[in-house]
């Protein structure tokens, strides 16, 4: 059952996305050559609890050891922050949950450590408008197999490959909630959007196949066949108009 929230909901939801994407741009000078994922994590943490006075989702959610997600090159999610150093030439994703009187903020982006390489560069910019084209289709009336369409023909286009075990999903009170938006499908298909319906977008996209493998740490999500792998998250509401972007970044315009 997809949840429609109330106005007060929407309210405490703009909340939680604003702090989600305030996280995102805290720690973007911090991502850097020789830093430590587990750093990443402490300084997100420490933020989000001390500053934010927010909950960081992650933390205990099924097990999960740590407060942020971190996944480097062929890491699809879910990535387990540890004592390795970032080096010049890697991408991360950082994914970070927020909660703030009840209700949660869920937002992703890339980063790249020092100077990225044309292809890493390439793979990141098309994930980011596989994730913008997903959401131009967010409006009353359209279904959600328009998105997941929308989204795996761009990355198709560019010859990648979108991820299919893992997928969007409602968000409220709770971190995963009804619908399961997918990022690839058939337009016309699925659940109608309709007014004060709250949920992510995250494609993941791959630039060689898109099977994935489960690491022994029964979290870390990896390509099977090692290629390099890119994801971009929002949280999004639909509007009577269309959508607004609950944990739009300061230089984003939707
Ligand atoms: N933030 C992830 C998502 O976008 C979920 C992470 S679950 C965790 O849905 F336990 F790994 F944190
Ligand atoms: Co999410
Ligand atoms: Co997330």
């Known amino acids: 059952m997809i949840i429609l929230k109330t106005p007060e909901e929407i309210e405490k939801m703009r909340i939680a996305g604003r702090l989600t994407s305030e996280v995102l741009d805290m720690i973007t000078e911090y991502v ?147 619908p399961q938006v997918l990022h690839y499908g058939k337009a016309g298909t699925g659940a109608i959007l309709a007014p004060g319906m709250i949920f992510t977008i995250e494609p993941m996209i791959n630039s060689g196949k898109r099977q994935v493998k489960l690491l022994s740490d029964k979290w870390t999500v990896v390509t099977k066949d090692r290629s390099l792998s890119a994801q971009w998250e929002h949280t999004v509401l639909v509007t009577s108009t269309g959508v607004e972007v609950l944990t739009k970044g300061q230089h984003e315009n939707f």
């Open 32 to 178: 850097k050559p020789g830093v430590t994922t587990n750093e990443l994590n402490d300084i997100c943490h420490d933020y989000i609890v001390n500053v934010q006075q927010a909950i960081p989702a992650p933390l205990n959610y099924k097990g999960f050891p740590k407060s942020i997600c971190t996944s480097i090159n062929y890491t699809v999610c879910h990535g387990i922050p540890d004592d390795k150093k970032l080096k010049e030439g890697d991408i991360i994703n950082i994914d970070i949950t927020v909660i703030k009187n009840g209700y949660h903020g869920d937002a992703s982006r890339m980063f790249y450590v020092g100077e990225p390489t044309i292809r890493a560069k390439r793979l990141s910019e098309i994930t980011y408008q596989c994730l913008c084209l997903g959401i131009a289709q967010v409006k009353p009336g359209n279904r959600f197999g328009d998105i997941g369409a929308t989204i795996q023909r761009h990355a198709t286009l560019n010859s990648y490959t979108v991820v299919q075990e893992y997928c969007g999903h409602g968000i409220g009170r709770s971190f995963h909630e009804d």
